[in-house]
């Protein structure tokens, strides 16, 4: 299996295509931006050519090959909380320790498209803090166990997620910024390409061997 990365930074399918970067440890991860669309794009990057994939049309989800993995339980799913309320104008949900109203709608969105990919082999757990625990309950549809390694945004986070993940059995987790970024830089992103927008996911295959 060829190390490469898929990335996308942006949240919208109209943003620039990025270069390609090799991997480590035996991973593949693929960005990609969850929108008001739902799961709208992300760049695919093989070799030396760069695609632009709308995972929204015909039947270019199962073309792309996530859907294959996700069927297979090789992927890890993180994705960074919604907007949270003490950094923003816009008004609480509920409290101010967690998301705003504005994230609320993108948290249901995520949920949409990650229900269109199928829950029935999926683990999911979330950060302790309230964003996050609000963001998981409104993808997940239900209350989300909670583990404190997911508030863990040190360097020892991308071999914890390696640790929980369980084989045939998709894991994602509802995390922070600075645990994505502590993710992306283990794998080699460089600076200025690493990306967590607010319910952005980034999605990891794990091929198996790294145990």
């Not at 930074?9 to 990025?18: C, D, P, Q, V, W």
């Not at 297979?72 to 101010?96: K, L, Y």
């Not at 709608?105 to 990919?117: E, N």
């Not at 625990?133 to 508030?151: D, I, M, R, S, Y």
Request: net charge positive; hydrophobic share 40%; proline share 2%.
């Amino acid at each position: 299996m060829a190390d490469t990365l898929i990335n996308n930074k942006n949240l919208l399918a109209e943003s620039g295509i990025h270069r390609r970067f090799k991997l480590h440890q035996n991973i593949v991860s693929i960005s990609v931006a969850v929108t008001l669309m739902a799961i709208c794009a992300w760049f695919f990057t093989a070799f030396s050519s760069v695609h632009v994939v709308n995972l929204g049309a015909g039947n270019n989800l199962k073309v792309s090959g996530l859907r294959d993995q996700w069927l297979r339980g090789d992927v890890v799913v993180m994705i960074r909380h919604a907007e949270r309320c003490d950094r923003s104008t816009n008004p609480c949900m509920a409290s101010a320790e967690g998301i705003t109203s504005k994230g609320r709608d993108a948290a249901l969105a995520v949920g949409a498209g990650l229900q269109k990919m199928g829950l029935s082999h999926a683990r999911m757990l979330a950060s302790p803090k309230v964003r996050t625990q609000q963001t998981a309950e409104l993808v997940a549809g239900h209350a989300v166990p909670t583990q404190a390694w997911v508030n863990d945004c040190d360097s020892g986070f991308m071999t914890a997620v390696q640790a929980h993940k369980v084989g045939g059995e998709n894991l994602i987790l509802i995390t922070h910024s600075g645990c994505i970024d502590q993710f992306e830089r283990k794998v080699g992103v460089p600076g200025g390409e690493r990306s967590s927008e607010y319910a952005e996911a980034f999605f990891v295959q794990v091929d198996g061997s790294h145990r």
